[in-house]
């Protein structure tokens, strides 16, 4: 593909001339192949691609010369020779598979999409597993050049299951999907430009924006369709609040929490929308009534990891440090990797002189604290889940 960052096949599509008996008059062609295939073995393009070039000339009806200087010319990106030699070298001999997969590609390189499908098809399922990442690379770019976008999605899922880790396949699959999104988006705008779900499309672009002003009007447009919309008011709080932490308004608090118990009475087991309450309840030092706000969004939802550590926390300001222990041990089993709880662990379990737990636990959290300040230096932002909620944040004494 254009703007890869690693070689086609290296020397994985190299066709040994070593079996091949060249004229006896000759004699020097048996060294040229030899020479040519040293070339094409050391990465040496350009001379190998000379040498080859020597032999096809003097070798025309040797199919594996072609198929090589094929290989070559679409390594160095010069498309139209390469489809030239492999199309002749298939001539020759049709069983080249591998030839024609890079046929496919230098075809699918050149913009000729219907010409590469099958052949990119037939490539995505070779047992070579670098045959198939790149024809799956290529028939992705072919799809997506033909217009045929939920083939390409289906391409990029499959490749996705075979290459999780592969930087190149996650790349092209991140534009796949974007792209996927912003035409299934678009063809809501013109299916239907007025229904809710347009407006709801909107609001939720804007909020990941920050554009909080338009999101906030075009969720009261989706309430203004239908006031019982699911999770909306709920949405329509959580921008209130960011709002409200940007700008320190209280008018916006005071909205985004009343938005929440509007989502509460139509939806009573709304754990999002309940453990927004409570963390403002906790934020106000009202422990009491944010405990019972927890208890009651763990009821419902007592996997909720957020909601465990907002109720180790009331219950640790109240003094209960027995009931506290057991909340962060189940958060920190539901993950592991939040340094939040295992810095709360650590004081709980100082304050119960609990003291060789307490330093195991200030160990893992500076080990974790000290990960997300590398990644944060590296300009990564570390988070934990998708933001749904207001995190816990650490306390103000932790070490920073």
Request: glycine share 6%; charged share 25%.
């Amino acid at each position: 593909m254009n703007g890869s960052g690693k070689r086609l096949l290296g020397v994985a599509l190299v066709f040994s001339l070593t079996c091949f008996c060249f004229p006896q008059e000759s004699s020097s062609l048996e060294q040229q192949s030899q020479a040519a295939q040293q070339a094409l073995n050391a990465g040496r393009y350009h001379d190998a691609q000379q040498a080859f070039e020597k032999l096809a000339a003097a070798n025309p009806q040797i199919a594996e010369v072609h198929a090589n200087l094929g290989l070559i010319y679409f390594e160095e990106r010069m498309y139209g020779p390469s489809v030239k030699e492999l199309r002749h070298a298939l001539q020759l001999k049709p069983g080249l598979r591998k030839s024609a997969a890079v046929l496919a590609m230098a075809l699918s390189e050149l913009g000729r999409y219907n010409e590469a499908v099958p052949a990119l098809e037939k490539g995505f399922h070779s047992p070579d597993a670098e045959i198939r990442r790149m024809c799956g690379l290529q028939l992705e770019r072919a799809y997506t050049g033909l217009k045929q976008d939920s083939k390409a999605v289906e391409v990029a899922l499959e490749l996705n299951r075979l290459y999780p880790a592969d930087p190149e396949v996650l790349y092209h699959n991140g534009k796949i999907f974007g792209n996927y999104a912003y035409l299934t988006m678009r063809q809501l705008v013109h299916a239907a430009p007025n229904s809710i779900w347009r407006h709801q499309a909107l609001a939720e672009a804007a909020e990941s924006q920050e554009s909080f002003a338009t999101a906030i009007a075009e969720y009261h447009q989706v309430l203004k369709i239908n006031p019982n919309q699911p999770a909306i008011h709920y949405r329509l709080g959580r921008t209130l609040l960011a709002r409200a932490q940007e700008s320190n308004s209280n008018a916006d608090l005071a909205e985004a929490e009343q938005e929440f118990q509007t989502e509460l009475r139509l939806d009573p087991e709304n754990g999002n929308a309940a453990y927004e309450i409570a963390h403002a309840r906790q934020t106000e030092g009202r422990f009491a009534e944010a405990q019972q706000l927890y208890e009651e969004t763990l009821k419902f939802h007592p996997d909720f990891e957020e909601a465990q550590l907002g109720l180790a926390s009331v219950l640790s300001s109240q003094g209960k440090l027995q009931e506290a222990l057991p909340q962060l041990q189940r958060a920190i089993e539901l993950n592991s990797k939040n340094e939040v709880s295992w810095y709360r662990l650590s004081q709980v379990e100082r304050s119960l002189g609990n003291t060789e737990d307490a330093r195991k636990a200030m160990t893992q959290f500076k080990t974790l604290h000290d990960q997300k300040m590398t990644e944060e230096g590296a300009g990564r932002r570390f988070f934990s889940g998708e933001d749904e909620v207001t995190q816990q944040m650490l306390d103000g004494d932790a070490p920073k």
